[in-house]
T-cell receptor, first 116, second 112 residues
Framework: EAGVAQSPRYKIIEKRQSVAFWCNPISGHATLYWYQQILGQGPKLLIQFQNNGVVDDSQLPKDRFSAERLKGVDSTLKIQPAKLEDSAVYLC??????????????FGPGTRLTVT | DQQVKQNSPSLSVQEGRISILNCDYTNSMFDYFLWYKKYPAEGPTFLISISSIKDKNEDGRFTVFLNKSAKHLSLHIVPSQPGDSAVYFCAASEGSNYQLIWGAGTKLIIKP
């Protein structure tokens, strides 16, 4: 079974530029998550999709971050414009929402973003 | 406000011995707890979980203990192996709000 795919793996941009990350979840997984992990901290949920609908985006800085999930499969996360404090690893995860298995999220390798 | 705390940034253990990783939480409404393991340049992988109706859950070399009165959980790895060297994250969720709240992680180093 193929895992969660993310691209790019690394990205360096200057502040005020824009950037986009792509995620392809595990086939059949209805729930998709985007997390931000700042160095030395645990992952923080930015947005959660159930199929192509947003379940929770309460911690998404909506003035600069946006996300969409096309046809309930792939997802993109965009930052525009980027700030220095956006430097972090952006993790995508998916889960097949059924009973306790819902809690078992499968993560991609992440995209390391550096804003200079 | 850190609701899930892992107070030890790192832990070094001799191969073959027991590794004990600790996690404290402040929200008494948390009812499901998970441990994830993360290798460098990879995403976290699920390790083991426990519901608040239990106080212990075992899976091979891994055992998680939950002390609800102390709001504390721990992960025991016996015996520790070199491949266990990784960062371990504790996470918790509350009822129907399935959002996971994560600790900052503990880096476990297994010495040969």
């Amino acid at each position: 079974e193929a895992g969660v795919a993310q691209s790019p793996r690394y990205k360096i941009i200057e502040k005020r530029q824009s950037v986009a990350f792509w995620c392809n979840p595990i086939s059949g997984h209805a729930t998709l998550y985007w997390y931000q992990q700042i160095l030395g901290q645990g992952p923080k949920l930015l947005i959660q999709f159930q199929n192509n609908g947003v379940v929770d985006d309460s911690q998404l800085p909506k003035d600069r971050f946006s996300a969409e999930r096309l046809k309930g499969v792939d997802s993109t996360l965009k930052i525009q414009p980027a700030k220095l404090e956006d430097s972090a690893v952006y993790l995508c995860a998916s889960s097949f929402r059924t009973g306790l298995a819902f809690y078992e999220q499968y993560f991609g390798p992440g995209t390391r973003l550096t804003v200079t | 406000d850190q609701q899930v705390k892992q107070n030890s940034p790192s832990l070094s253990v001799q191969e073959g011995r027991i590794s004990i990783l600790n996690c404290d939480y402040t929200n008494s409404m948390f009812d499901y707890f998970l441990w994830y393991k993360k290798y460098p340049a990879e995403g976290p992988t699920f390790l083991i979980s426990i519901s608040s109706i239990k106080d212990k859950n075992e899976d091979g070399r891994f055992t998680v203990f939950l002390n609800k009165s102390a709001k504390h959980l721990s992960l025991h790895i016996v015996p520790s192996q070199p491949g266990d060297s990784a960062v371990y994250f504790c996470a918790a969720s509350e009822g129907s709000n399935y959002q996971l709240i994560w600790g900052a992680g503990t880096k476990l180093i297994i010495k040969p």
